[in-house]
């Protein structure tokens, strides 16, 4: 903490980015981790472009205009009537942010397609090639399909391999949100899950989630070089002339939607050399393993049910086979016990419905501070505000 306010107070008057030579050590701070990530995507010797960006729904939003300047570069002068109508797919589970970038930039959100998904809310491949189908017949231009890395709610992990087959076949982007999952890329033991993220034309991975960096910290990586820079420079020629002294392939700003922008990447680079990779693969690993115990504790424990294989619902004392319709008295019970961990003071999760499911509880364990017992706690604390409804 002594650092990092340092250093903020003495930088304060440039914590800007917009060229090299306003913050050349950030700027190259900024190039040197990006570099690092997509070679952990697995794109051969780090290449490609990124940019940090506000967040996880700006890193999506990127995703959808590189998408759409690759295959239509004229919109980018003349607008959407340049372009057919073009669809975005993505997973019934999706982010709201995939619709709201829809509606911003100018494609509706009625074409934005939703994929349906497994019990475990992974999107199901058949259903993404049934839907271009369609669409194709329906005279549309299928464009992008966004796969999950770690959807938000039920933390599912689309089969990316399948849907990088099926983009490939139809010629489509295909982006992969990691904003939550992209941190397992960090771990030997957990990154499999993101196999196929390499095939991916762009990725969203958000440090400040599960890596547990400050806000605000997302990164919008592409695997192709250039089209970022395409899609966004408008060559301001009071800040990006191209005869400067030095390389202005360095002046990275004018990829960005933003003029200036915030330094996000100083303190992501900072605790990187702190921690090193192994540092953030046991935060990773912790974080996983503590969900895993809070599964174990739970699975069999009468009083809770898990709403599917991984997701934990608030108790209840009736049978263990409920239809949907069972389910529906049940819908007071997670608001009622949020309610009194506020007013008790001693815990907060967050619940909602999905689907057909009443509310449950979304346990999500992103600090590796956290111990077994603080998942004994808030088991039982659970059930102790649970135990008068
Ligand atoms: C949180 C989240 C986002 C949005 O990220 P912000 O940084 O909050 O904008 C997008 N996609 C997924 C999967 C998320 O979990
Ligand atoms: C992609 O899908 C996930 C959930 O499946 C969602 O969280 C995210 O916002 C979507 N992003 C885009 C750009 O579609």
Redesign the pocket.
């Known amino acids: 903490v002594c650092v990092c306010v340092c250093v903020c107070v003495r930088v304060r008057v440039c914590l800007f980015l917009f060229t090299y030579e306003i913050a050349p050590v950030f700027v190259l701070m900024e190039q040197l981790t990006l570099k690092k990530m997509r070679e952990m995507v697995g794109w051969p010797n780090g290449e490609g472009d990124g940019l940090f960006s506000p ?4 890193s ?1 939003m990127y995703s959808v205009m590189i998408a759409r300047y690759k295959y239509f570069p004229e919109v980018k002068a003349k607008g959407m009537s340049a372009a057919p109508r073009l669809v975005l797919f993505t997973s019934e589970h999706s ?1 709201y ?1 995939i619709k709201k970038a829809g509606a911003a930039l100018g494609f509706g959100s009625e074409n934005v397609i939703l994929l349906s998904t497994d019990e475990r809310g992974r999107v199901i491949p058949a259903d993404l090639e049934a839907k271009i189908i369609d669409a194709k017949q329906k005279g549309c231009v299928p464009l992008f399909v966004n796969a ?1 890395g ?3 709610v039920y933390g599912a992990f689309d089969p990316i391999n399948e849907i990088a087959d099926i983009c490939e076949k139809y010629n489509l982007w295909l982006h992969v ?1 990691g ?2 999952g992209g941190g397992l890329l960090m771990s030997r033991k957990h990154r499999h899950k993101l196999d196929g993220i390499e095939r991916a034309n762009s990725v ?1 991975w ?1 440090p ?2 599960m890596m547990g960096v400050p806000l ?1 910290c ?1 990164a919008i990586l592409v695997r192709e070089k250039g089209v970022l820079a395409g899609c966004n420079s408008m060559c301001a020629g009071y800040l990006f002339q191209p005869d400067k002294q030095y390389d202005v392939t360095y002046d990275t700003g004018d990829m960005a939607i933003q003029c200036g922008r915030h330094v996000d990447i100083f303190k992501f680079w900072l605790m990187w050399k702190a921690k090193g990779t192994i540092g953030f693969e046991q935060h990773i690993d912790k974080c996983l393993d503590l969900s895993q115990y809070l599964y174990n504790k739970i699975k069999d424990r009468e009083g809770y049910q898990m709403v599917f294989d991984g997701v934990v619902s608030p108790p209840d004392t009736s049978t263990q086979h409920r239809t949907p319709f069972r389910w529906a008295p049940l819908s007071p019970v997670a608001p009622k016990i949020k309610a009194l961990m506020m007013e008790s003071g001693t815990t907060m999760v967050g619940y909602q419905p999905q689907g057909q499911k009443v509310n449950f509880f979304r346990m999500v364990v992103s600090n590796p501070a956290a111990t077994q017992s603080d998942i004994d706690f808030l088991i039982d604390e659970i059930e102790r505000l649970g135990h008068d409804l």
């Open positions: 967040g996880g729904a700006i999506n982010h942010s999950t770690g959807s938000t949100d904003a939550w969203t958000n400040h989630k605000q997302s």
